[in-house]
């Protein structure tokens, strides 16, 4: 159901499915044409809701809902290398963004500038306070480096996010009625999709800066991982694998992806322009 936290959450850890990243196009065209058959009440027989389901699941992972372009969705394994991780993100950002405006070039080089930017100036400039902090132990500075990576990163994406996605906030993003009509462009409903997006990305690396420490620093106890410590980097390395497979699902599951926000909070126009309540926007993964 995506109308609730877990419903989005396990969507999406299908969507992520790394098998979708070897399916031909011939099988993209099969599910593309079997939705499109279901859709207009010509499904041949015998295909089940197995089939349609699978299809679907497809199709999400691989095409734009906008743009109805094919998209590549990498792994954030490249987070292992700081500057491939940012081009990454822009990528990512560029890919997944609510794509009913047109976006130049020139907004995806400044994401990827902006990021690299702030990541390096917040992390160079904490280092430098906390090496200036005279009345911190040793000790202290040491605990407290070991957090400067978490604001870097989560304000580089920030950064990126903002750079990538700032010509919605100047054009405005589609809003559609109950029954998928565009019923005007808003810029505040662009800025709620942005805000959203961006809380997604500062939740994203806390498991990955959190939880390997803490389940690390548990099973550093037993007796067995203490006469073998050569198991440990093994482990730990299965255990930032796992954080990382897990922290992108439950970052983008937090917001549904079409939002919904009521029309007596955007512009007079677009509340004039229609009879629905509330209506709904894209507000990109």
């Not at 009625?177 to 019923?183: I, Y």
């Not at 994203?204 to 690390?216: K, W």
């Not at 004039?272 to 709904?280: E, F, N, Q």
């Amino acid at each position: 159901c995506p109308g609730t936290f877990l419903g989005r959450l396990r969507h999406f850890i299908d969507i992520i499915d790394p098998s979708t990243l070897f399916v031909s196009e011939t099988k993209l065209k099969e599910c593309i044409e079997l939705l499109d058959d279901y859709k207009h009440g010509r499904l041949p027989p015998g295909v089940s809701d197995l089939q349609l389901w699978e299809a679907q699941r497809i199709k999400q992972a691989i095409i734009h809902p906008d743009t109805g372009e094919k998209i590549f969705m990498p792994f954030r394994m490249s987070a292992l290398i700081p500057w491939f991780h940012l081009l990454h993100n822009a990528c990512v950002n560029y890919a997944n963004r609510n794509a009913t405006k047109p976006t130049p070039t020139s907004k995806f080089l400044q994401g990827y500038v902006g990021a690299v930017t702030s990541a390096v100036s917040i992390a160079v400039g904490l280092n430098v306070l906390i090496q200036k902090a005279n009345k911190l132990s040793p000790a202290t500075r040491m605990i407290i480096q070991r957090f400067v990576p978490f604001p870097a990163v989560a304000s580089a994406n920030i950064c990126n996010v903002a750079l990538m996605r700032h010509n919605e906030l100047s054009e405005g993003i589609d809003v559609l009625d109950n029954n998928g009509n565009v019923v005007g462009s808003s810029k505040i409903a662009a800025r709620h999709a942005i805000m959203e997006t961006a809380f997604t990305r500062v939740v994203l690396p806390m498991p990955i800066f959190v939880l390997p420490p803490i389940i690390m620093s548990y099973l550093e106890r037993f007796r067995f991982l203490q006469s073998h410590r050569r198991l440990l980097l093994p482990i730990h390395s299965l255990v930032c694998l796992v954080t990382f497979g897990l922290s992108l699902p439950v970052a983008i599951s937090l917001f549904p992806q079409m939002s919904q926000i009521e029309v007596s909070c955007l512009e007079p126009e677009i509340a004039m322009a229609t009879d629905c309540k509330a209506v709904t926007y894209n507000k990109g993964l």
